[in-house]
C-alpha cells in the first residue's frame, strides 16, 4: 500500500458504504493502529489506482475484476424502495420486471 508504508491510507469507496458499513467499524482500527492516518474518497467515479494516492477502493461488485487483486468482504442485499404516489401510480412491485 502506497499511503500505509508513510502512515497514512487513502480508502475510495460509495459514500452509503462508508456511512454504512466502514465508518463504525474504524474505531477499533484507529486504536490499533494510531500510527495510521486515513483518508476517505467517498466519489462513485471510477477508480484509477495508477499515478493516484488511492490504496484500497472498496465496490460494488456482481463478479470481482482480474485485476486489480480483489477480495469479497460482504454479502449484500437490494430491494427496491419507492413512494406512495409511485404505488399508487404503478401498482405493487412483485417482479424484477416491474
Not at 18 to 33: H, K, R
Not at 63 to 75: N, R, T, V
Amino acid at each position: 500500500m502506497q499511503g500505509a508504508n508513510s502512515g497514512g491510507l487513502t480508502i475510495h469507496l460509495f459514500q452509503s458504504l462508508a456511512q454504512m458499513w466502514l465508518i463504525p467499524q474504524m474505531d477499533d482500527f484507529l486504536s490499533s493502529n494510531p500510527e495510521i492516518t486515513v483518508k476517505l474518497i467517498t466519489k462513485p467515479d471510477e477508480i484509477e489506482f495508477s499515478g493516484s494516492s488511492i490504496d484500497i477502493a472498496i465496490r460494488y461488485a456482481v463478479e470481482a475484476p482480474s485485476e486489480p487483486m480483489c477480495e469479497k468482504l460482504i454479502d449484500d442485499a437490494m430491494a427496491p424502495v419507492v413512494s406512495p404516489d409511485y404505488l399508487r401510480h404503478y401498482g405493487v412491485i412483485e417482479t424484477p420486471e416491474d
